[in-house]
C-alpha cells in the first residue's frame, strides 16, 4: 500500500488560510472516517492537530480544520502565522491490511 | 503530564540487532495501544508497528515482518522494539506514539545501521 499523496509544499502570507490535500484510496482514506493530520517543526515529534476526520484535541487552535470528501481528506489552516511554519502530515487507518496505517508524503507549510 | 520517553537506539552494524525501550508515564499504559513509527533522515513519517492493550495482538508494515517484534511490559509501563537483522534502509529516528490517534509522540531515538 502506498503513501498517500499530499501536495510537497504550500505556501501563503499571514493572515490568509491555505489547504493541505490528502489523497488515499477507496482501501484507506475512502474506507473510514479515521484520518488525523500532524504538524512537525525542524528536530521535534509530529504533534497530532486533527483526529477522525475534523475533530480537534484540546489545546489546538480552532485555525486548524479537517475535511473529506470521497478518497480525499483535507486540512485548512486559516488565519495563517509565523508559527504554522512546519511540515505536516495526513495518516488514515487502512484496515487489516499490511500496512494497518499509512502516512501521507508531507506537505512543506511556508509563511511568506 | 503524558510522557513517552524511548531509549537504546545507537550505531549498529547490518544485520544485527537492537533493541528499543519507550517509558511511559502520567497516564494508564494498560489502557492503551502503543506503536512504533520511524523517520529516515529527511523523509516522511512511515508506520512500523502496533500492540493492543494487553500485548495479545501485534501488527507490523511489511518492511519488518519477520525481523521487528513489539511487545509491551504493562507492570514496567514500558514498550519494546526487538529489531532483528538490522539493514541499511532501517536508519531512522524510531519514535513511540500512544494511542489510536497517534495521540503523543516520544522525542524519538536515533537508530544508525552501517559498517
Known amino acids: 500500500q502506498s503513501a498517500l499523496t499530499q501536495p510537497a509544499s504550500v505556501s501563503g502570507s499571514p493572515g490568509q488560510s491555505i489547504t493541505i490535500s490528502c489523497t488515499g484510496t477507496?482501501?484507506?482514506?475512502?474506507?473510514?472516517?479515521?484520518v488525523s493530520w500532524y504538524q512537525q517543526h525542524p528536530g521535534k515529534a509530529p504533534k497530532l492537530m486533527i483526529y477522525e476526520g475534523s475533530k480537534r484535541p484540546s489545546g489546538v487552535s480552532n485555525r486548524f480544520s479537517g475535511s473529506k470528501s470521497g478518497n480525499t481528506a483535507s486540512l485548512t489552516i486559516s488565519g495563517l502565522q509565523a508559527e504554522d511554519e512546519a511540515d505536516y502530515y495526513c495518516c488514515s487507518y487502512a484496515g487489516s491490511s499490511t500496512p494497518s496505517y499509512v502516512f501521507g508524503t508531507g506537505t512543506k507549510v511556508t509563511v511568506l | 503530564e503524558v510522557q513517552l520517553v524511548e531509549s537504546g537506539g545507537g550505531l549498529v552494524q547490518p544485520g544485527g540487532s537492537l533493541r528499543l525501550s519507550c517509558a511511559a508515564s502520567?497516564?494508564?499504559?494498560?489502557?492503551?495501544?502503543m506503536h512504533w513509527v520511524r523517520q529516515a533522515p529527511g523523509k516522511g513519517l512511515v508506520w512500523v508497528s502496533r500492540i493492543n492493550s494487553d500485548g495479545s495482538s501485534t501488527s507490523y508494515a511489511d518492511s519488518v515482518k519477520g525481523r521487528f517484534t513489539i511487545s509491551r511490559d504493562n507492570a514496567k509501563n514500558t514498550l519494546y522494539l526487538q529489531m532483528n537483522s538490522l539493514r541499511a534502509e532501517d536508519t531512522a529516528v524510531y519514535y513511540c506514539?500512544?494511542?489510536?490517534?497517534?495521540?503523543?509522540w516520544g522525542q524519538g531515538t536515533m537508530v544508525t545501521v552501517s559498517s
Open positions: 502520567g497516564f494508564t499504559f494498560s489502557s492503551y495501544w
Open positions: 506514539v500512544l494511542g489510536d490517534a497517534f495521540d503523543i
Open positions: 477507496s482501501s484507506d482514506v475512502g474506507s473510514y472516517n479515521l
